[in-house]
């Protein structure tokens, strides 16, 4: 157990004239479940493995506990990690692969092998102890992976990609597993995933990277509700978040020929990029003019395509509601997020007309 | 699918003569006494003089020191097959475990120069070579016949590609798992590479096996004749009236051809698996 600190950590490889990971200052509790999600080639492997000790790092101090690892050996560094391609051993069992680790640590006999058992019972894998990996499932080795790591009893997790080989059903079942089996055993983890959806249902607290920085950390739900910028906005989320080219002025949000009804805002004016979620929109008498595209149906609700004042959006409706070519849409105020267009950063404008007095824009 | 064809048989069984029938004809006519091969040539139909020939051939002490028997040159073509065989496996895949797992500059360049070595037949660099062990004075040993000839490009290449294609991973896993570089090659890519170092012994010992040139070179003594050489020595009695002794040139030549055959029958399972499976 232990907590992680990383600060000013960047990474450029040899050769390559940008860094792949720049500053990334992060400090990770014990016990926290932190996910790191960006597109791919946004950094987040590089930063793991720089904590796992497997990549040099360029600049700046990671600490696993109070100890800085930065020359230390991935193998003193008490982590243990499990990697997309599960890794394991072919040439040798189940009960090998999990205890490898443990035998080249000089652990006595017997406390391997009650460690094996324990991990084997948590994990379901006692049927299979004398097996080659090969003779495995694609969720059973993923288990033996995570058997492995888990023996260890190490200060920290680190997870990269573990689920993107497998198919969605067992995807859900396994970040079921892997979340169940952290809240037991307490242990500080790092997750990478390019899963949105995975990062939010795994995440004490979400590490949103692009292009080797973190635009945002925050709990799955305030990142949700509070996009830091247009980047995480259309990445956190399915479908992602509308963002549509608007305007201020006057303090009234126009879209097109359309203002839209919501309070007036001050402190800004000019161009700007409006996100709102497909679920806070709603059909109303009065409100942006929208037109039908296509429809997705996906049984619970329905994802309706189309655009507002020629640009794309997309709500969501209960499949019970009628459907029109034409409709008008109303949003909440409170669920209007205002981005700033050319930095795309979250603007948090003033919206009351009373507070707005006392701070003239 | 199922359908025979008649034709395709034809051909197969016509290859199948091509290569079996010399083989069997060597094995029925050293049954047969060397005068007897000498007035009728070739014979396809067994001898009775089989045992002798071939217990003779084992165990009388000849050539000029009288002190070589055929068991003598066994036991040199095998310590040579051996010596190749478990040399050049080593050494090569030493090489190109430093070549793919060890980041040095000019690893690449190295790789190919090893590798255009590959262009060059032992007979290119053999008085080179032969100079070489002359001047160590290590002519007439075992040391001399072998080591000049461990480094191999071939057994090289193999390897390395083989290497190549572990993933990464199992390098990453077995770092944080506390594997040191000897623990890595030990525990996890000697393992691994149990069908390609089959398929390479077979090929290196067999290679071994069979050389002529170079044991001839490097060794004057009689007691370092190789079953190549012996064979050679049988026919070379033509003094006189004497006949060489077929018989025993033939029986020589199947004991020659047997360890190879068993090397191969044992090792063969792996040694298909070795060259063409990619799933590991």
């Known amino acids: 157990m232990a907590s992680i600190t990383i600060s000013n950590v960047s990474k450029t490889y040899p050769g390559a004239k940008a860094a792949s990971v720049s500053d990334i200052n992060l400090d990770i509790r014990d016990g926290e479940f932190i996910v790191l999600v960006g597109p791919s080639g946004c950094g987040k492997s590089t930063l793991l ?41 072919p040439h040798m069992s189940v009960r090998e692969n999990m205890a490898y680790g443990l035998k080249n640590r000089r652990t006595p006999k017997p406390e391997i092998e009650a460690r094996v058992a324990e991990a084997a019972r948590m994990l379901e894998l006692g049927p299979y102890l004398d097996r080659k990996p090969r003779a495995l499932s694609g969720g059973q080795r993923q288990r033996v992976a995570m058997g492995r790591a888990v023996v260890r009893q190490p200060a920290a997790f680190l997870f990269d990609e573990p689920l993107s080989n497998l198919d969605a059903k067992l995807r859900v079942t396994m970040r079921g597993e892997i979340r169940r089996l952290q809240k037991r055993l307490g242990t500080t983890s790092l997750y990478v995933t390019h899963d949105q959806l995975e990062a939010m249902t795994l995440a004490d607290r979400l590490v949103v990277l692009n292009g080797g920085r973190i635009e945002q950390v925050g709990a799955p739900l305030e990142i949700y509700h509070n996009p830091a910028s247009t980047f995480v906005a259309s990445f956190i989320g399915s479908p992602a978040m509308n963002l549509l080219d608007a305007r201020i002025e006057g303090g009234r949000i126009s ?70 070519d034409e409709m008008r849409l109303s949003v909440a105020a409170a669920r209007v997020h205002i981005f700033d267009t050319t930095s795309g950063k979250r603007l948090d404008l003033v919206r009351q007309t009373r507070q707005a007095a006392h701070q003239p824009a | ?33 060397a005068v007897d ?123 390395r590609q083989f290497f190549k294609s572990v993933p990464d991973e199992l390098l990453e896993a077995a770092r944080i798992d506390g594997a040191g570089p000897w623990k890595f090659l030990w525990d996890v890519l000697i393992p691994l590479s149990k069908t390609m170092m089959a398929a390479i012994f077979i090929i290196m010992f067999v290679y071994g096996w069979n050389q002529y040139l170079w044991p001839m070179l490097m060794t004057t003594e009689e007691r370092f004749f190789t079953l190549m050489r012996g064979i050679k ?11 060489p002794d077929y018989n025993e040139a033939f029986a020589l030549a199947v004991l020659a051809l047997l360890p190879p055959v068993i090397v191969v029958v044992v090792f063969q399972r792996w040694f298909i698996r070795g060259l063409t499976e990619s799933d590991k």
């Open chain 1, 255 to 324: 879209l097109g020929s359309t203002q839209l009804d919501t309070s007036p805002v001050y402190g800004h004016s000019g161009p700007v990029t409006l996100g709102i979620r497909a679920e806070d929109l709603t059909p109303a008498a009065a409100g942006l003019p929208f037109r039908t595209d296509f429809v997705e149906e996906l049984g619970a609700q329905r994802l309706v395509h189309g655009h507002v004042d020629g640009q794309p959006l997309v709500l969501t409706l209960d499949p019970a509601m009628p459907l029109h």
């Open chain 1, 49 to 89: 493995r720089m904590v796992a000790g497997l990549e040099e790092i360029s600049g700046g101090e990671v600490s696993i506990g109070s100890r800085v690892v930065n020359q230390i050996d991935p193998a003193d560094r008490d982590i243990a990690m499990v990697f997309q391609n599960y890794a394991l051993y």
């Open chain 2, 233 to 243: 020595q049988i026919l070379q009695v033509w003094i006189g009236s004497q006949i």
């Open chain 2, 1 to 33: 699918m199922n359908r025979i064809h008649p034709f395709d048989h034809l051909i197969l069984i016509l290859g199948t003569l091509f290569m079996c029938v010399p083989v069997l004809v060597a094995i029925i006519t050293s049954t047969h006494s």
């Open chain 2, 37 to 159: 091969i000498h007035m009728n040539g070739l014979s396809l139909i067994p001898g009775s003089h089989g045992a002798e020939t071939y217990e003779a051939v084992l165990t009388r002490k000849g050539g000029f020191t009288g002190q070589v028997t055929g068991i003598t040159m066994l036991m040199n073509s095998l310590i040579l097959g051996l010596g190749f065989a478990v040399g050049k496996i080593v050494l090569s895949m030493a090489a190109a475990y430093a070549l793919v797992y060890f980041r040095f500059r000019f690893a690449t360049f190295l790789f190919w120069i090893i590798f255009t070595t590959l262009l060059l037949p032992l007979e290119v660099r053999i008085m080179p070579s032969y100079q070489v062990m002359s001047s160590l004075g290590l002519l007439n040993s075992y040391t001399g016949l072998i080591v000049p000839l461990l480094a191999s490009a071939t057994g090289t290449f193999y390897f």
